[in-house]
């Protein structure tokens, strides 16, 4: 009667103790989930693209709910990919330039792509209102106990604050429209560098229980009566049935 011998262990097995091969497993393993994701970043790229173009030439609207509200904004507006794949957020950013207020094109994409202090871009947050208090109303309940000096002189006929050093909003001036029952309040910073602009801010509450927050060059700052209407009227296409 013959006896078979029984395979010998393969040279690799014995040459590593068991727990270099488990080693071994994980790193293919780790390969393969490496080439999945870069195949689903692909993709992701490849739909974003779609959406900032359009199948049609017109960039396609994506569908994003924050809080109880459900908005439509065309992808070109929006800054992040992420948020281009629509569903419920927290809070949208836009990027949009200035003065046109356009959204991202290939024609226009050097300037989308300019990280320059004086770049002609204007940033816009969408989020859900977490106070009753925007910029405007918060100019006599909270910034004027913080005003310090003699008013200044600001572009636009508006009126500059600048804060106490001890206070929250210290290095800023308050921009504000005198002699008005709804002013429009920014807050700008008060020096600039070559690395950073003066760069304003300001709040609004655009309905719906959301808030507008956009930031913005101060040079600009002078055209705040048309940059104001102009978005207030830009976002209220958003909201779903509007």
């Known amino acids: 009667m013959s006896v078979t011998a029984a ?3 393969s040279r690799f097995a014995t040459a590593l103790p068991p727990i ?20 689903n970043d692909a993709i992701n790229e490849y739909h974003d693209r779609i959406s900032l173009k359009g199948l049609n030439g017109k960039p396609a ?40 207020l356009d959204g991202y094109s290939d024609a226009r994409s050097k300037e989308f792509r300019d990280t320059s202090p004086k770049a002609p871009l204007v940033y816009v947050t969408i989020t859900e209102a977490d106070t009753p208090l925007d ?9 004027a106990r913080d005003f310090t000096g003699p ?18 909003y210290r290095d800023e001036i308050i921009y504000y429209q005198p002699r008005s029952e709804r002013p429009y309040v920014a807050r700008c910073l008060a020096e ?7 760069t304003c801010i300001r709040e609004v509450a655009i309905g719906h229980g959301l808030t507008m927050i956009y930031r913005f060059n101060r040079a600009w700052l002078g ?11 830009l976002v209220a296409e958003f909201p779903r049935g509007s």
């Open 20 to 39: 270099l091969m488990s080693l071994v497993a994980l790193i293919m393993l780790a390969g393969v989930a490496a080439v999945a994701w870069a195949v």
């Open 151 to 168: 008013p200044v002189p600001g572009p636009g006929h508006l009126v500059g604050r600048r804060m106490a050093p001890d206070s929250p």
């Open 192 to 198: 600039e560098t070559e690395e950073i602009p003066a």
């Open 135 to 143: 910029s405007t109303a918060r100019l006599t309940s909270i910034y």
């Open 61 to 100: 609207p994506v569908e994003i709910g924050i809080g109880l509200t459900d908005l439509e904004i065309p992808a070109n507006l929006i800054r992040f990919p992420t948020d281009r794949r629509g569903g419920y957020v927290t809070a949208v950013d836009l990027l949009l330039l200035w003065p046109d």
């Open 7 to 9: 395979p010998a262990p």
């Open 223 to 233: 055209n705040w009566p048309d940059m104001e209407s102009r978005l207030v009227r």
